[in-house]
């Protein structure tokens, strides 16, 4: 949905909503985790402390999610420490001008260097910084430990829901996951040329989520034959069906159609839970391409213990599917990912961008005379940080959303008096934010906004000034994050997406290479497909990322060529591995022209 007339097309992907389920139980943990500490604080007295845990409440809910224990347990702990680190740092330096802006600037340096090395590093360094930014507002009565001791108090209730509801059911997150990623596919076998590129990127969306939820964030790994180590198995015969699937989906729709219909059956069968049995499968083809993809499913539909004994579908493929190498452990991870970061020059290049325009807006916040408030430096923050969208969509998104939702913040105040009645329309805000955040920015902003106005009235910020505060901010921020994120200092896109594009062919040049020495060695190619598929799937997220922004109009087409190019060269690749004699000549030909167009292209940024 969104804009389906006039507009151009960067704006009208920027306002489209994405078309999210509402997951009731999000909500309902979402405001009774925030009607817990505003009920307290009002009958103790202090609704001042209950806002201040209504803060904890808050950050917990925008960071609870329906995924499996152990990732919801480190999705909500350290955004919370985080944050709680962030108000105790803020609070530290409250009124000294020179320090609020070295102590936001180190932090956006530290938060932009951090974030790059995965989701949750992401969503818990943002959180440090956007509470340092809020506790630089906070009015200096209370000591400074109360208001970040209030907001880890604030989130254990919502926490304890979350956490206990993914307890109840064991596994469920995981099997969903694997679920969604076999459906994602099956959804792919009934594309048609319009649909097939939008359903492609659908598939790697939901691989990448499920080895993601599955097996990326444990904190060790699985034993052999466990629940994670069959869905890890289902996922990795996935990237075979996903392999040969271009090869056949034209010529043979009816058949794809009967394989479709078997991949749900097994779907519908890793979410229940049970063992899966043997699915509807169309008739064995006798071309290799099509017998390829036959088999794959085949072994998918059967139990685990067939395809070890070899009595799947196709005999002569019976070997036990690969595993993916067990995660090292947390602290090497840790490790090598803070040093993999120091030694990127783009992340360096992005944190200091990010540095140096949170500098400028703490600048500003403190030498204006504005009313006291992290609001500005929040502005820029969540606009310039480019894993949430491009500079454009975040400042259209979040003007609009921020105006709206100052207009509802105000009429809330006006309508209703300090008390139970305000408590109850935070809460009903709370859960419609829980309910359409996930859709679209400007919708998070619309109830982020009033929330956040009617929690910062108790505890005395700005007083009735407060909502006119808040808009000023947000234009002053949407400035300063255009002038200095976007017009001077631009993200190094022109460099990053061709080198990634250049990546991609020549890890495709590699597999062209490798193939006909391993064409009988399938783990072998499985590795080097996951490779491949990993950059194509980047490349394609960046694109789509990009289609926000105006300034690449015009280059967008070309970098999608060049994709095109790569994904069919990849479907070509397949259809040799699928016959089992691929022509040495041939492959060294197209791989010979993947590194003249990777050359080109890194020559090019």
Not at 186 to 208: F, I, K, P, S
Not at 349 to 376: E, F, I, K, N
Not at 592 to 602: C, P, Q, Y
Request: aromatic content about 4%; glycine content about 8%; overall charge positive.
């Amino acid at each position: 949905m969104g804009l389906t007339g006039g507009g151009p097309p960067w704006l009208r992907h920027t306002v489209r909503t994405r078309p999210v389920p509402v997951d009731r139980a999000l909500v309902v943990r979402g405001a009774l985790g925030m009607l817990v500490p505003l009920a307290v604080g009002q009958v103790a007295g202090r609704p001042d402390l209950g806002a201040a845990a209504a803060l904890g409440a808050y950050g917990a809910a925008v960071d609870d999610s329906a995924a499996p224990w152990r990732t919801r347990a480190l999705t909500l702990v350290l955004p919370q420490l985080g944050g709680a680190a962030g108000l105790a740092l803020g609070r530290l330096t409250h009124g000294e001008a020179w320090a609020q802006i070295l102590l936001v600037t180190v932090v956006a340096l530290v938060s932009g260097l951090v974030s790059t090395i995965g989701r949750i590093s992401d969503m818990a360094t943002l959180v440090l910084l956007l509470a340092t930014a809020m506790g630089l507002g906070l009015p200096a009565g209370p000591p400074w430990w109360q208001v970040p001791l209030l907001f880890l108090l604030g989130g254990i209730p919502l926490m304890l829901l979350s956490l206990g509801h993914a307890l109840r059911r064991p596994g469920e997150g995981e099997r969903q996951a694997v679920a969604g990623a076999l459906r994602a596919v099956a959804d792919l076998l009934d594309a048609t040329d319009g649909t097939w590129a939008e359903r492609r990127h659908a598939v790697t969306e939901a691989m990448d989520a499920a080895y993601d939820t599955v097996l990326v964030r444990r904190l060790s790994a699985p034993r052999p034959g466990s629940a994670t180590a069959r869905l890890t198995g289902v996922l990795d015969l996935l990237v075979e069906v996903i392999g040969v699937a271009p090869v056949v989906l034209a010529p043979r729709a009816g058949t794809v159609e009967g394989y479709a219909r078997a991949l749900r059956e097994v779907a519908d069968a890793v979410a229940a839970g049970t063992p899966t049995t043997d699915a509807h499968l169309p008739v064995r083809p006798d071309d290799a391409a099509a017998r390829a993809l036959h088999t794959a499913i085949a072994r998918l539909a059967t139990s685990p213990a067939e395809r070890t004994s070899g009595r799947a579908a196709d005999q002569q493929t019976a070997a036990t599917p690969r595993r993916v190498s067990p995660p090292p452990a947390p602290r090497h991870r840790l490790a090598r990912a803070l040093s993999g970061r120091l030694h990127d020059a783009a992340a360096r290049r992005y944190a200091l961008r990010l540095a140096v325009c949170l500098g400028l807006a703490q600048t500003v916040a403190s030498l204006s005379g504005l009313p006291r408030s992290g609001w500005l430096v929040l502005t820029v923050a969540l606009v310039v940080r480019p894993g949430l969208g491009t500079v454009p969509a975040r400042l259209v998104l979040r003007a609009a959303g921020t105006t709206a939702g100052v207009l509802l913040g105000l009429a809330a105040m006006a309508v209703f008096p300090a008390g139970w009645w305000r408590i109850a329309v935070t809460v009903v805000l709370t859960g419609l934010l829980q309910a359409y955040a996930r859709r679209n920015y400007a919708l998070q902003t619309l109830f982020l906004t009033p929330v956040m106005l009617l929690l910062a009235d108790p505890l005395g910020q700005a007083g009735s000034a407060v909502p006119e505060a808040r808009l000023l901010d947000t234009l002053i921020g949407c400035g300063i994050a255009f002038v200095c994120g976007y017009l001077l200092w631009p993200e190094d896109t022109r460099s990053r997406l061709p080198h990634r594009l250049a990546t991609a062919h020549d890890t495709i040049a590699a597999y062209a290479d490798r193939l006909p020495a391993h064409v009988d060695d399938s783990a072998a190619l499985h590795t080097l497909r996951r490779r491949v598929h990993a950059e194509l799937a980047a490349v394609r997220t960046e694109l789509a990322r990009l289609r926000t922004d105006p300034r690449h109009r015009t280059t967008l087409d070309d970098w999608h060529d060049d994709l095109t190019y790569a994904e069919t060269a990849m479907t070509r690749l397949t259809t040799h591995a699928a016959a089992g004699h691929p022509r040495t000549s041939e492959l060294g030909d197209l791989a010979e022209d993947l590194r003249r167009r990777a050359a080109r292209l890194r020559k090019d940024s």
